[in-house]
C-alpha cells in the first residue's frame, strides 16, 4: 500500500518533468550517442586550450610570443639548439627544429621565429575558439532582438529592417569582411568604438566584424519563427491581460523561439571558426603576435615542405573542432525539433547565404533542408 | 513575368547602388581615416599624397568624392595602384580573370558530378551502413578550410609523395594559360580543381540527400510507384528532376561567389594568379586601390549572377513570380 503510494508519488513527480519539452530535448540529446562524443571531443578541445598558460609556463617553460632564434632545447638528453644550420632542401641557411615529440620540449618543433609550436597551437586554439564563440553569442543576440522587433511589430518596421538584412545579405560576406578588415588595420592605434576602446590587435576586432557579416542568417530562420508564434492565442491572452510589449517580447514571444537560436547557435561557432582562420590565413584576421589556428597555418607555410607539423596540427585541430560543432548541431536540432521547424526549401534568397561565404563555411548553413525519417 | 523582372531588376540596382555607397563608407569614410593615406599605400611621399587627395576630390564635398569614385571604377577606369608604380588596376584585373574561370569551371565540373554521385547514393543505400558513412564524409568535407586542405595536397603532391609514379606528373605550384600548354594547364589544375571542390561536394550531397528523401514522400512519386514504374525510372524522372531544381539554383550562386573572388583561398595556395590573388598580394602590401576595385567588381558579379539566376528561376517556377 505504501510502497504503490510511493510509485504513485514518483510518477506524479516524474510525469511534469518528462512533459517539460526542454528536459525531452536533452533526455534526446544526451542518447544520441553520436552527439555526445561530438559534445565530448568539443569540451575537451576548450579544456585544452583554456590550459594553454598553464602547460606554458609549468610544462614546456615557454614564452611562446617571443622570438628564440638563439634558444636551446633538450632532444634524447642532448643540448641542441632550435634553430638548426643547414636545413630545409637545399641544406642551407637556418631551420627549426622539428617535432620532438616530447611534451617538455618543443613537442611539436618550432615555427620560423623560434617559437614552440605546440604552445602556440594551445594557445590559437584559446584565440579561435574565444572569437568562434564571442562572435556567434553577439551575432545571436542582435539576430534574435532585430528579429522579435520586426517580427513582432511588423508592417514598416519590419519592412525596413528585413530589407536591411537583405542587404547585407546580398553583400558577399568574405568581401564585407575583407574591406573592413583592410580598413581598420591601416590603424596602428586602435579606434574607439562606442565604450569599447579597440587596441589594434584586438581580438574584438575580428569578432565584431564577423558577428556582424552573419547577423543576416541568423535573423531570417528566427523571424520567421517569430512570425509563426505572435498571433497565437496565448500571446493574445497575455495582451488580454494588459501585458506590455515588452512582456510580451521577453516572456511570450522570446521562449517560443529561442529554440531556433539554439539550433543555430553550434552551427554558427563553427561557421565563424572557419571564417576566422581564412581571415587570419590572409592576414586580415588575428594579428601577431597572437596566435590562432588560422595564423598558425599561415606561418607555416613556408615551412610546409620541411617542417609541415606547424601547418598540419592547427588544420587538424580546426577540422576536429568544425567536425565536433558540425555534428553536435546536427544532434540538438534532431533533439529539439525530430520535425525540423528551422529546415525549409532552399530558396534562392538562402542559397546566396549557402554560397556567400565562398570558402568560409557554408559548412553550418542553418537552412540545409534535412527531412526526418519517417 | 514583366513585373517581377522589373521588380527585380530595381531591387538589383539599389543593392549595387548599397554595395558602393558601403565600400565607399568603408573605405573613405570610417572614422579616423585619412583616405589619401590607406590609398597611398605604406610610407607615401607629400606629393603624392596631395596628387591623391586632388584626385579624388577628397576636398570636396561627400557626393562629388563619391561620384568621383564611381567614375574611376566604372567609367574612365583608370583606378591606379600607388604601392605599385601607378600600375593600372583595372588591365590587371582583366589579365588575371581566365586562371580565376579556368580554376572554378573545372571544379564546379568536378563537384557537380561526385555531389550527385554522393547524394544520390546516399538516398538510395538509405538504411544500410553506407548512408550516414557518406554523409560523415561529407561532413569531413565541409568542416575542412580549403586553405589548409590545400597545403595538404601540396605536401603530398610536390614534396612527400612526389617521387612516387603516383603523383610525379604534378608539375610545380603555378598556372599556366590554357593557350600556351593545354596539357600543362589542365596537369597543373587539376589538385586545385579537387581541393577547391571537396567542400561543394559535401555541402550538395548533403542537400540532395535531404532533399530526394523528402521529395521521395511527395504523393506524385508515389503515384509513380503506383503504376509500376522501376525505381530507376521513379528516381530519374521523378525525384531527382524536381530535386535539380534547387541543386541549380544553389550552384549558380556558388559559382558566381566563387568567380566573383570567393576562390581567393584557393588560389593562394596554390600560387594561381588570379583575381583572388591580386586581393591577396593587395592585402599584404594594404594596396586600397586594388582591393576596392576587386571588392567592388567582384560584388557587382555577385549580384548580377543572382540576379539572372532569380529571373531563370521565376521563369521555371511561376510560383516565384508572385512572392
Keep these: 500500500m505504501t510502497a504503490t503510494a510511493a510509485t504513485a508519488r514518483q510518477r506524479a513527480i516524474a510525469a511534469p518533468a518528462a512533459r517539460n519539452p526542454w528536459a525531452i530535448a536533452a533526455r534526446r540529446l544526451w542518447r544520441n550517442r553520436i552527439a555526445m562524443a561530438a559534445l565530448v571531443l568539443f569540451g575537451l578541445i576548450v579544456a585544452v586550450s583554456l590550459a594553454a598558460p598553464l602547460y606554458a609556463h609549468d610544462i614546456a617553460h615557454v614564452n611562446p610570443f617571443v622570438n628564440n632564434l638563439n634558444g636551446t632545447t633538450v632532444v634524447n638528453g642532448h643540448t641542441v639548439p632550435i634553430m638548426q644550420q643547414g636545413g630545409g632542401v637545399l641544406k642551407l641557411g637556418e631551420n627549426p627544429i622539428g617535432p620532438t615529440w616530447d611534451i617538455q620540449h618543443y613537442f611539436l618543433g618550432a615555427d620560423n621565429l623560434g617559437r614552440d609550436v605546440a604552445t602556440r597551437l594551445l594557445y590559437g586554439g584559446r584565440s579561435s575558439l574565444e572569437i568562434g564563440i564571442g562572435s556567434a553569442l553577439i551575432c545571436c543576440v542582435i539576430a534574435t532582438v532585430v528579429a522579435l522587433i520586426a517580427g513582432f511589430f511588423g508592417g514598416v518596421t519590419d519592412a525596413l529592417l528585413s530589407r536591411l538584412m537583405d542587404l547585407i545579405w546580398a553583400f558577399p560576406v568574405y568581401l564585407l569582411a575583407i574591406s573592413i578588415s583592410t580598413v581598420l588595420l591601416t590603424r596602428a592605434n586602435g579606434m574607439q568604438l562606442g565604450p569599447l576602446h579597440l587596441v589594434a590587435g584586438s581580438l574584438w576586432l575580428p569578432t565584431l566584424i564577423i558577428a556582424f557579416i552573419y547577423v543576416p542568417y541568423v535573423y531570417r530562420p528566427v523571424r520567421g519563427q517569430v512570425l509563426s508564434v505572435v498571433n497565437r492565442e496565448y500571446v493574445e491572452a497575455a495582451i488580454a491581460q494588459g501585458a506590455s510589449n515588452l512582456r510580451l517580447i521577453f516572456s511570450e514571444i522570446l521562449p517560443n523561439v529561442v529554440s531556433v537560436v539554439i539550433v543555430l547557435f553550434p552551427l554558427m561557432i563553427a561557421t565563424n571558426i572557419l571564417t576566422e582562420s581564412a581571415l587570419s590565413f590572409l592576414s586580415i584576421g588575428v594579428q601577431p603576435p597572437s596566435a590562432s589556428w588560422g595564423t598558425i597555418i599561415s606561418d607555416g607555410q613556408q615551412l610546409l615542405y620541411t617542417r609541415p607539423w606547424v601547418s598540419l596540427a592547427p588544420g587538424i585541430m580546426i577540422v576536429l573542432t568544425v567536425l565536433s560543432l558540425n555534428v553536435l548541431g546536427d544532434g540538438v536540432r534532431d533533439a529539439l525539433d525530430p520535425r525540423a521547424k528551422v529546415r525549409g526549401r532552399v530558396t534562392a534568397g538562402q542559397a546566396a547565404a549557402v554560397g556567400g561565404p565562398g570558402q568560409f563555411s557554408t559548412a553550418s548553413v542553418p537552412d540545409v533542408p534535412e527531412v526526418p525519417d519517417r | ?323
Design chain 2, 1 to 323: 513575368m514583366t513585373g517581377f523582372i522589373l521588380r527585380r531588376t530595381l531591387w538589383t540596382v539599389l543593392v549595387m547602388f548599397v554595395i558602393t555607397l558601403l565600400v565607399f563608407v568603408i573605405f573613405f569614410k570610417t572614422p579616423g581615416i585619412d583616405p589619401a593615406r590607406s590609398l597611398a599605400g605604406r610610407n607615401p611621399s607629400p606629393q603624392v599624397l596631395a596628387e591623391i587627395r586632388h584626385q579624388f576630390g577628397l576636398d570636396r564635398p561627400f557626393p562629388v568624392q563619391y561620384l568621383v569614385m564611381m567614375k574611376k571604377l566604372f567609367v574612365t577606369r583608370d583606378l591606379v595602384s600607388y604601392s605599385n608604380q601607378g600600375q593600372q588596376v583595372f588591365p590587371e584585373i582583366v589579365a588575371a580573370a581566365p586562371a580565376t574561370l579556368s580554376l572554378v569551371f573545372g571544379a564546379a565540373v568536378i563537384w557537380v558530378v561526385a555531389a550527385i554521385g554522393m547524394g544520390v547514393a546516399a538516398a538510395v543505400l538509405r538504411g544500410t551502413i553506407f548512408d550516414p558513412l557518406l554523409m560523415i564524409i561529407a561532413l569531413i568535407g565541409i568542416s575542412m578550410p580549403v586553405f589548409w586542405l590545400g597545403e595538404v595536397a601540396n605536401l603530398i603532391t610536390q614534396s612527400k609523395l612526389h617521387g612516387t609514379p603516383l603523383f610525379s606528373w604534378v608539375p610545380p605550384l603555378g598556372y599556366t594559360p590554357l593557350t600556351q600548354n593545354p596539357v600543362l594547364w589542365f596537369e597543373g589544375l587539376i589538385i586545385p580543381w579537387i581541393t577547391l571542390s571537396v567542400l561543394y561536394i559535401g555541402l550538395y550531397a548533403r542537400v540532395l540527400r535531404a532533399s530526394l528523401i523528402e521529395i521521395g514522400n511527395e504523393d506524385y512519386v508515389r503515384t509513380a510507384r503506383a503504376k509500376g514504374l522501376t525505381e530507376q525510372r521513379v528516381l530519374i524522372r521523378h525525384t531527382l528532376r524536381t530535386s535539380m531544381i534547387t541543386f541549380v539554383s544553389l550552384f549558380g550562386l556558388d559559382f558566381g561567389v566563387l568567380v566573383g573572388g570567393g576562390a581567393l583561398l584557393a588560389e593562394v595556395v596554390f600560387g594561381i594568379h588570379g583575381v583572388g590573388y591580386l586581393t591577396y598580394q593587395s592585402l599584404s602590401n594594404l594596396d586600397l586601390p586594388v582591393i576596392m576595385a576587386t571588392v567592388v567588381y567582384g560584388a557587382f558579379f555577385i549580384v548580377l549572377a543572382n540576379t539572372l539566376i532569380d529571373v531563370a528561376y521565376a521563369w521555371l517556377d511561376p510560383q516565384v513570380r508572385i512572392s
